[in-house]
């Protein structure tokens, strides 16, 4: 059994013995499918002894819930610098659906046992104990364990996937070098735990004159591995060279024009650029198109940047204007109603709510046939106008991707239940806009799990705002800061876009800040007074 990280197996008699006895043993006794150790394609015997944590001492039952290498596709990759050790926990309290699975133990004497079958391809097994009341996390880390191979060695991966839980852990910058280092002298083929082991080491210093030591070194690895392995393991140089700029577009941005930092600068872009151009067009990875983009635009001059930065702000502005001159027309018609027409608000003091959430419109839609024959999907912006009761008096559509979808949309909407809006503690009528998500299953992009991660700024906002399809397929990743300013109203008079890693991304962002209800929060509204604020949107696939 595995507790933490540390590996310790525990035999009926609470001995413990070194893991190596026991692989003896069990490369003895192979005819037997049933091991002490997790080993791929054959059956573990998992043992418990509740006296050791006192938390089930006394339960009547006790069940195993695990999972096989991570509990969820959620998993926060501290590996990129993000996240904190309470995002890895939360996969575990809310994994997956068919991700983790329960079985019951049995009691031996004073432990209890389950036999579970290990997967041919699985690395890890992770698993936490219950009664079904109280559970044995192993101290919020969840208990872990390797997946070994016949040789008796940790399967390709085990270590490397192990990096997460060891960051779970609390472990020491050194322990997780170390057990990269140890996966990659096992396997010098798993290239990508090359990648992670120096992006391990890079991202310890902010120091130019350190990271051009370390770029020489990772060169050097890479040349070797390059001579051995060929071509492919190109691509992960100019990966690994990758990190050295989201250092300098993340770390070192306000000294990104000085001598040292530009001499990195320029080493780093040359390199990426000349690696590139070394690879066959047909041997590169899909992704090395974006980083030879940012390569190229790294190598820029302060002027030219700044050229390109004002010429890219153009075109957003343009597309900005055009957004607010179509709102401005809408807002007008909606302030000054024909006559006879009923009069509905656009910010109160409380607005209506769905009763439910947007999750029970979601659950009502249902996707037209036409649009899946077609290959139509979008987002539906529909407004709707609830009365005093919470009813929907009526619709508008605001943006239909055609194949029926607005129908849908209309007809889960006019079905659905609000907590009226009120003004002064009075019911009152107000018009609400409602995104309708229709997404097709495309294997090539549901394959990929994607994140849009509020940095800064309302935390729902990612509701609001798509994954451009073209960076989904292309395994493109990156970040916006935009400066919104907010008038006495908390409605929009203003967006900049401050830094974008690509046009994509700002355009999508932009969309999702426009559409995003501000009206509708006390926390901006109660400023009455302009307000400007930061929001800062980050795009990543897991």
């Not at 003895?28 to 002490?36: D, K, L, P, R, Y």
């Not at 501290?78 to 939360?90: A, I, K, P, T, W």
């Not at 390059?226 to 100019?238: A, I």
């Not at 900005?320 to 006879?340: H, Y």
Request: aromatic share 8%; net charge negative; charged share 25%.
């Amino acid at each position: 059994m595995v507790k933490g990280y540390a590996i310790i197996v525990k035999t009926r008699n609470n001995l413990k013995f070194p893991v190596s006895v026991l692989l003896c043993l069990l490369l003895i006794g192979c005819s037997s499918q049933e091991t002490e150790i997790p080993v791929a394609g054959k059956t573990y015997v998992l043992r418990y002894n509740p006296e050791h944590s006192g938390i089930l001492t006394d339960a009547d039952q006790i069940s195993v819930v695990y999972a096989f290498d991570y509990w969820g596709t959620r998993v926060v990759q501290r590996l990129r610098g993000e996240g904190e050790q309470e995002d890895l926990f939360h996969n575990v309290l809310n994994p997956d659906e068919g991700r983790s699975i329960v079985r019951k133990m049995d009691r031996r004497g004073d432990h209890w046992e389950a036999n579970i079958p290990i997967p041919d391809d699985a690395s890890l097994i992770s698993y936490y104990f219950t009664d079904g009341a109280r559970n044995d996390y192993n101290d919020r880390k969840t208990y872990v364990s390797y997946v070994y191979g016949e040789d008796g060695k940790p399967v390709k991966g085990a270590r490397f996937r192990n990096i997460d839980f060891l960051i779970m852990a609390g472990k020491e910058h050194q322990a997780v070098l170390d057990e990269i280092r140890k996966e990659i002298t096992d396997y010098p083929d798993h290239f990508i735990a090359h990648v992670v082991y120096w992006r391990f080491q890079f991202f310890e210093t902010v120091s130019p004159d350190t990271l051009m030591m370390l770029m020489e070194k990772s060169g050097h690895h890479f040349s070797n591995l390059h001579n051995e392995y060929g071509d492919t393991v190109l691509n992960y140089k100019v990966l690994s060279l990758n990190d050295f700029n989201r250092i300098m577009r993340l770390s070192l941005r306000e000294k990104f024009d000085d001598p040292a930092v530009t001499e990195l600068r320029e080493v780093v872009n040359s390199t990426i650029l000349r690696t590139i151009n070394e690879l066959p067009q047909e041997r590169r990875l899909e992704q090395l198109r974006h980083i030879e983009a940012i390569a190229q635009m790294m190598l820029q001059t302060p002027s030219q940047r700044v050229e390109r930065e004002i010429e890219s702000m153009e075109k957003l502005m343009e597309r900005l204007a055009d957004r607010i001159e179509k709102s401005k027309v809408q807002l007008q018609e909606l302030a000054e109603p024909a006559a006879g027409q009923d009069v509905f608000y656009l910010a109160v003091d409380e607005m209506p709510e769905i009763i439910g959430g947007i999750g029970s419109i979601q659950q009502r839609i249902r996707y037209p046939e036409e649009a899946k024959d077609a290959g139509i999907e979008g987002t539906v912006y529909v407004h709707a106008f609830i009365d005093t009761e919470g009813n929907v008096a009526k619709t508008e559509v605001v943006r239909d991707p055609g194949g029926g979808l607005a129908g849908a949309a209309v007809k889960a909407v006019k079905l659905t239940q609000f907590k009226p809006g009120r003004q002064r503690g009075e019911p009152v009528p107000v018009r609400v806009s409602i995104p309708i998500h229709f997404r097709l299953a495309e294997p090539e992009i549901d394959a990929k799990e994607t994140a849009i991660t509020i940095v800064e700024g309302p935390a729902d906002l990612g509701d609001y705002i798509t994954y451009p399809e073209d960076a989904i397929k292309n395994e493109i990743e990156g970040e916006v800061h935009t400066t919104v300013t907010l008038d006495e109203n908390a409605h929009i008079i203003g967006i900049w876009i401050e830094s974008a890693s690509d046009e994509k991304f700002a355009q999508a962002t932009m969309e999702g800040i426009l559409q995003y209800p501000f009206t509708d929060h006390e926390t901006y509204r109660e400023f009455q007074e302009e307000q400007t604020i930061t929001i800062i949107v980050r795009f990543s696939i897991q």
